[in-house]
């Protein structure tokens, strides 16, 4: 009797204990909060993990005198921003970016941010650029930022370094310890100024004629810009109806390279850009042909340099008291990139956060090319250039339209020619065939 109660109690324990786990493994409320709780927990650590992920981004630049400081506004953008690594490699100065930037490409290098000069640099590498026409900073930028980069379309496919000009920075101080009351303007006054330093025991001008971007590119701009209509006559040496040869501007510009040489620096030749800038920086020259992106490296040697502008006259003329101003340079993105979004996102950072702003116009001294950013801790030359701006007293950059290359080639005529071995007539005979079998 007792056994059988025994078994009976045991059977109903057995069957509660079934009942309760069945019970505990249907309840359906219990059940599905478990389950999205850990569903939960599963999509918050995917999303973390996903938060954290890392973004690199590869900027191929060529501003060699804002490397620095370009680095230290990448690093906020990323401070910012801590999914982000921006990869910054510059080559400029000496280098040849262009020819590096074609490497990149060629080995599968490929950047994501780089530059671009536009024009036929942008016929170019069209083909690998994206298209940055409705980015949101586009309603900010002044008109002729847009001109360079803008194709037969109306697509804008690169946002504008800045706006720069350049032409011969003296000192003023030593100008006046010369007795030069005046700021020369034209070739006859230029000539003058230079003697009167020079018989002070100063030396004129810091020639950088182993630069060929210096002499090939800025100062051979000189004579195409002060071309009556600087576009048309470019058109027409496309289509044979210019020359160079017999044309009034380009045999005006012999007097400007045989000025700079006499009164300039020993062996210019083999003077480079950093050697260039040092000397006038230093005191040791009064002038020098360059822009106003040396602004930064000048007041670093010397702080309290009293400097601006003169311009580079062809002749005697009122047209000749002018500056180069334009866009030196664009950023562009690889419109294959696999982080096209985020390169967008920092370019637009850049000119519009106030962080980005403030390294554009205190930290690079660069004159903005947008109507958003207030050019304010411009230094002296930058101040000149706007000086020179307002008064409409500007000429164009003219080599983003010339023949690829080319400006590279009209260099090596001029140091020919500066060191002595051909005539100046050569020189000119050559430019016209390095255009025709270029072009």
């Known amino acids: 009797m007792k056994r059988g109660l025994f078994l009976f109690l045991s059977m109903l324990f057995v069957v509660a204990i079934i009942t309760g786990c069945s019970s505990s493994d249907s309840g359906g409320d219990d059940t599905s909060s478990e389950g999205e709780d850990t569903n939960t927990e599963e999509e918050t650590e995917e999303s973390t993990d996903n938060s954290e992920e890392q973004v690199t981004l590869d900027f191929f630049q060529f501003k ?45 290098e490929e950047p994501d941010i780089f530059n671009n000069g536009g024009f036929k640099e942008l016929e170019l590498w069209k083909e690998h650029l994206a298209d940055l026409s409705d980015e949101p900073w586009v309603d900010n930028l002044l008109p002729i930022g847009k001109v360079p980069m803008t194709d037969t379309d109306g697509k804008l496919y690169g946002m504008p370094v800045n706006l720069e000009g350049y032409g011969f920075i003296y000192n003023k101080d030593l100008f006046e310890q010369a007795g030069i009351a005046e700021a020369p303007t034209t070739l006859t006054e230029l000539k003058e100024a230079a003697q009167k330093l020079e018989d002070n025991g100063i030396t004129p001008f810091a020639a950088g004629y182993g630069e060929w971007w210096v002499i090939g590119q800025h100062l051979l701009n000189i004579p195409f810009a002060q071309q009556e209509d600087p576009d048309t006559f470019i058109e027409g040496l496309y289509d044979g109806s210019e020359t160079f040869i017999g044309n009034e501007k380009f045999e005006q510009f012999k007097e400007v390279i045989d000025t700079e040489i006499e009164y300039g620096n020993d062996n210019p030749i083999t003077t480079d850009y950093n050697t260039q800038v040092t000397l006038f920086a230093s005191g040791e020259t009064a002038m020098l042909q360059q822009g106003n992106w040396t602004e930064n490296m000048i007041y670093e040697i010397n702080p309290d340099i009293n400097m601006a502008f003169l311009p580079i006259p062809l002749n005697d003329e009122s047209e000749a008291d002018r ?19 985020e390169t967008k996102a920092f370019l637009n950072w850049m000119v519009s956060s106030e962080v980005g702003q403030r390294y554009i116009t205190e930290e690079f001294a660069f004159i903005p090319a947008f109507d958003n950013i207030e050019p304010t801790g411009l230094g002296a030359l930058g101040q000149s250039i706007l000086e020179y701006s307002k008064a409409e007293q500007t000429i164009p950059w003219t080599w983003f339209r010339w023949p690829d290359g080319a400006n590279q080639e009209f260099a090596a005529k001029i140091q020919e020619y500066a060191s002595g071995r051909i005539e100046y007539s050569e020189v000119v005979e050559s430019f016209q065939s390095i255009w025709d079998d270029m072009k």
């Open 64 to 108: 060699v005198e804002i490397a620095d400081q370009l680095e230290e506004m990448i690093a906020e953008y990323e401070a910012e921003n801590p999914n982000i690594k921006i990869n910054l490699e510059t080559v400029g100065g000496g280098a040849d970016y262009g020819a590096a930037l074609k490497a990149k490409f060629a080995s599968g």
């Open 323 to 341: 500056l180069p101003v334009g866009v030196p340079n664009n950023w562009v993105l690889n419109k294959d990139s696999e982080n096209l979004d």
